[in-house]
């Protein structure tokens, strides 16, 4: 069984290593009362492989990019000039949390930014969403959902929903692509191999949508970018469910899906028609 398990890894990876090397990307947009319980549960993993944190601070106007500041230290910034974003970017280093602040762009913006930071380097990616949390267990057991079979793309669990006063867990469906083209069964912090997101790239070089998760300082557009992601992904790859609690998705009447009205979901059912 470890020799199979190590077959798998090298299949994945080449020869260079046996443990995937992930990336876990967190945009934030004024979050500041979550975003470093996001980080801290990101850098707590305990996964055998090397995690790098790639957090993307989404032109916030609390405090968020100072607590990020506080724990990370001043680099050089980066110019990019790109479809996906294009301008100045702030950027802040230490150990494996890598933070950059951009101008207010929506968080499919942010989310591009990061992965496209961390492209080079991973095998794997994480999103995690600045007000959730990861428990320390749930890399290391997505991933080997992932290296379990080549056509698994994406691995995803369930998870408590926290609220003020109580919780609870949201089960989760087992992967069914006639259900997914029916509503989105996903959960939005999923892990998914690189090269499977290679096969999805749109053309301006976006991996989450813009047009479907815009600036939060402006209009309401839409938040169904992550339901747009699973279904061009579940063209060229195998979803796999873990039938664990692995996370928490704190609910703090703030979350952009309630602000989604069936007007706005309608304009997005165009887009995601087209898929």
Request: charged share 25%; proline share 2%.
């Amino acid at each position: 069984m470890l020799l199979k398990i190590a077959a798998k890894k090298r299949l994945l990876l080449g020869a260079n290593s046996m443990n995937p090397k992930v990336a876990i990307i967190i945009t934030n947009y004024n979050y500041g009362a979550y975003v470093i319980q996001a980080i801290n549960s990101a850098t707590a993993q305990n996964y055998d492989g090397e995690i790098r944190v790639y957090v993307v601070d989404d032109g916030s106007s609390d405090n968020s990019w100072e607590l990020i500041s506080n724990i990370t230290d001043h680099k050089n910034g980066i110019t990019l000039e790109e479809e996906y974003y294009t301008g100045e970017v702030e950027h802040r280093q230490k150990d494996n949390i890598y933070a950059y602040r951009i101008k207010n762009s929506g968080a499919s913006t942010g989310r591009n930014v990061a992965i496209w930071q961390a492209w080079e380097w991973a095998d794997v990616f994480g999103v995690l969403d600045a007000d959730d949390a990861y428990f320390p267990e749930k890399v290391s057991k997505l991933v080997d959902k992932l290296i379990e079979h080549e056509e698994i793309g994406v691995a995803y669990a369930d998870y408590d929903n926290v609220y003020p006063n109580y919780k609870k867990t949201e089960y989760k469906e087992s992967y069914d692509v006639q259900v997914l083209l029916q509503r989105c069964t996903v959960h939005s912090n999923s892990l998914i191999k690189k090269s499977t997101l290679e096969k999805i790239i749109l053309p301006n070089r976006e991996i989450f949508d813009s047009r479907l998760h815009g600036p939060a300082s402006e209009t309401f557009i839409g938040c169904t970018e992550d339901y747009d992601l699973w279904l061009r992904l579940s063209k060229v790859c195998i979803f796999c469910h873990v039938p664990e609690k692995l996370a928490i998705a704190n609910q703090t009447g703030q979350n952009q899906s309630y602000k989604m009205t069936a007007e706005i979901f309608q304009k997005n059912a165009k887009i995601l028609g087209s898929r």
